[in-house]
Nanobody, 124 residues
Framework: QVQLVESGGGLVQAGDSLRLSCASS????????VGWFRQAPGKEREFVAA????????NYADSVKGRFAISRNNAENAAYLQMSSLQPEDTAVYYC?????????????????WGQGTQVTVSS
């Protein structure tokens, strides 16, 4: 079991940067693939990024590639999402996810553990 808690969301202007954090508790964080999803009002949950247990493997959605960066610190049981050049279309609730498997899946149904989400709002 692992519990995930996101933080760092907020209201920013277009072009700004924001860093989301995901703190975990429970079993060793290094035993899990971690990732981020987002959900905008009226839309389905969308894959953002995923990172392998060691951090050596990364998968990004095309919509954020080059603007967002996922990272993790297994010693601190934490993961991060550095977001740059934010646009209004990035507005959503952002969720940290984890799973004991090895795939960097883009399917929300693959991930067993979800945080409660943190709101990111980008104004134009």
């Amino acid at each position: 079991q692992v519990q995930l808690v996101e933080s760092g969301g907020g209201l920013v202007q277009a072009g700004d940067s924001l860093r989301l954090s995901c703190a975990s508790s429970g079993r060793s964080f290094s035993s899990y693939t971690v990732g981020w999803f987002r959900q905008a009002p009226g839309k389905e949950r969308e894959f953002v990024a995923a990172m392998s247990r060691s951090g050596g493997g990364i998968n990004y959605a095309d919509s954020v590639k080059g603007r967002f960066a996922i990272s993790r610190n297994n010693a601190e049981n934490a993961a991060y999402l550095q977001m740059s050049s934010l646009q209004p279309e990035d507005t959503a609730v952002y969720y940290c996810v984890a799973d004991g498997g090895y795939s960097l899946s883009r399917r929300p149904g693959y991930y067993t553990y979800w945080g409660q989400g943190t709101q990111v709002t980008v104004s134009s």
